[in-house]
């Protein structure tokens, strides 16, 4: 093009040149012959014809020029759009599960969403400066079956599987739903030093109406995930709300849902055994090399007892209950959060992957009473905690043996809340006043669980998990009954909900018909499960052991 510039510009200056020197080569012929006049103004027609041409031309060449520019600049467009839509490698947890025996592609401590390797486009992912925009989810139609009613909905209550002389014992139920799909939303960009990334997830299990289910089926949306992650070097935060530390991961320290060993069920409680929670928290992570990660935060707290497992003394049940959650206070006075410490080693051995964590947990419990005969109010703090360990290897490669353990004072309500974290002794005050102190729940869980990829398209899992929660009771001294009843958890003639074990084994099949990069993918997910729990006491009679047996069979529609 420049070529082509300099070509016309060369012809415009020989012309203006030429034409001068004809004009007074023209005038000087005039002079000596008159004669020859009119072949001098024919001449300068000529001369100007043929400016006027070259202008023409000029005026043309700068035409295909400016054609040739555009053509360029199009094919440039072109190409920029063709890079944008090749699929990215965008890790799958921020839209919906993937397999868990995937190959580690990237270093431990990069975590998934934060990986070094910058990320590839989604054909989805809209860029608006230096910031990229990817929408995601699935669109899940799930049928699932349960041989007693529990009436909890597509999240199952492990802690209340009815017993066998029950009404509800003996009721079947079954429910075709769609509020397991998922919408969610990851931002990503690169700003100087800091990789920052954001990441919103909802779906449409949150609190329904009572009659949602008799004609409109408008469930209500609730939030998953909400988090903002910034990494700079060897050091990492994040802030918002995503899966507590005490849930074990896959890899690293990642709050990327493929990177958290949550099983791989369609249930939305999970698994038995579990210890997680979703909370909001701020993280800081250091990540000395490829392999560790060292990591502290603070997550929400919450003090709780249980729904209705836990007695109060008689003589404070009133000042006690809006002081701590019952699955029902949203507004428990908590004195502190919970503090979280976390280690993660990662490495890789002849193509395969090793995983291994310990996480504590520092928590406090708190409340306050004015004794009975006391004239002010007393507060009473009591500190627990706990420990957590997981650990996953690929024996051979894709086939994957997982395990974690939870044991803790005080944290039941990690364990999907089967169990209280805590229960309330009454005390002698004075001569003849009573008073309170809070006594911690011992608690403890785990879950065993193989995952294989037996094939591209087909993913078997198996888990077997228990939770246990020790008995902490008391007489009542409080109570103006001669014969004082046991108060606390797990008592003679406590309720059948206060658990001494739940246990459960679950089969899972992920079957995927077709998958596409710049489509998506076509799934059936299933999962058939049994369940048993056994409380603390039954009355005279009664079943020791409630069972379930229940079955999910999803078609699901991943979005690429």
Do not use: C
């Amino acid at each position: 093009m420049k070529r082509l510039n300099g070509l016309a510009i060369l012809m415009l200056a020989a012309s203006l040149l030429i034409a001068p020197a004809a004009a007074r080569a023209a005038d000087s012929d005039a002079k000596s012959s008159g004669s020859e006049a009119s072949t001098v103004a024919n001449d300068l027609a000529k001369l100007r014809e043929a400016l006027a041409e070259q202008q023409r031309q000029i005026a043309q060449q700068q035409q295909e020029i400016e054609a040739l520019r555009q053509m360029v600049s199009a094919k440039q467009d072109a190409s920029a759009k063709t890079d944008d839509q090749q699929p990215r490698l965008i890790d799958a947890a921020l839209r919906a599960p993937a397999s868990p025996a995937r190959a580690i592609d990237a270093p431990a401590y990069g975590g998934g969403a934060q990986s070094q390797a910058p990320p590839k486009d989604s054909p989805l992912s809209v860029r608006i400066g230096g910031t990229e925009f990817t929408p995601g989810g699935f669109v899940d139609f799930t049928t699932f079956f349960r041989s007693t009613n529990l009436g909890s909905g597509m999240s199952t209550t492990f802690g209340t599987v009815p017993f066998n002389n029950t009404i509800y014992g003996h009721l079947s139920e079954i429910r075709l739903t769609s509020q397991n799909s998922r919408i969610s939303l990851k931002t990503a960009g690169k700003y100087g030093e800091n990789n920052v990334t954001g990441y919103l997830e909802m779906d449409f299990l949150g609190n329904d109406a009572a009659n949602v289910f008799v004609s409109t089926n408008s469930h209500t949306q609730r939030v998953r995930h909400f988090w903002l992650d910034l990494k700079r070097g060897k050091w990492e935060i994040l802030g918002g709300q995503t899966w507590s530390w005490l849930t074990p991961n896959r890899v690293g320290l990642s709050a990327v849902s493929t990177d958290v060993a949550n099983t791989i069920n369609v249930d939305p409680n999970f698994q038995v055994g579990m210890s997680l929670t979703r909370a909001a928290q701020f993280r800081l992570v250091y990540h000395p090399n490829e392999k560790w990660a060292f990591g502290v935060a603070v997550e929400n707290p919450q003090q709780y007892v249980g729904a209705g497992e836990v007695i109060y003394p008689f003589q404070f049940n009133a000042a006690l209950g809006p002081q701590f959650d019952a699955a029902n206070n949203t507004a428990t006075p908590n004195v502190a959060p919970d503090f979280i410490s976390k280690v993660a080693y990662d490495t890789d051995f002849s193509g395969r992957h090793l995983h291994a964590e310990v996480a504590g947990l520092l928590t406090t419990v708190k409340a306050t009473v004015v004794p009975i005969t006391g004239i002010t109010f007393e507060p009473h703090t009591k500190v627990g905690g706990g420990v957590e360990a997981a650990a996953n290897v690929e024996i051979v490669k894709n086939y994957r043996v997982l395990f974690n353990g939870f044991y803790s004072d005080g944290g039941g309500r990690y364990l999907l809340g089967l169990g209280p974290d805590v229960v309330i002794r009454p005390v002698a005050y004075g001569l003849a006043g009573y008073n309170i102190l809070p006594s911690l729940v011992h608690s403890g869980s785990g879950v065993l669980g193989f995952e294989a990829q037996v094939s591209p398209r087909t993913l078997v899992a198996a888990y077997y998990g228990g939770a246990y929660f020790q008995r902490n009771t008391f007489q009542d001294i409080t109570s103006p009954l001669v014969v004082k009843p046991f108060i606390g958890f797990g008592g003679p003639n406590s309720p059948n909900s206060a658990n001494r074990a739940v246990q459960e084994g679950t089969l899972d099949l992920t079957q995927t018909f077709w998958k596409n990069p710049q489509y998506g993918a076509m799934q059936l997910v299933t999962q058939v499960s049994y369940v048993t729990r056994a409380p603390w006491f039954v009355a005279l009679g009664a079943p020791k052991n409630a069972h379930l047996v229940m079955g999910y069979v999803s078609v699901r529609y991943v979005l690429p």
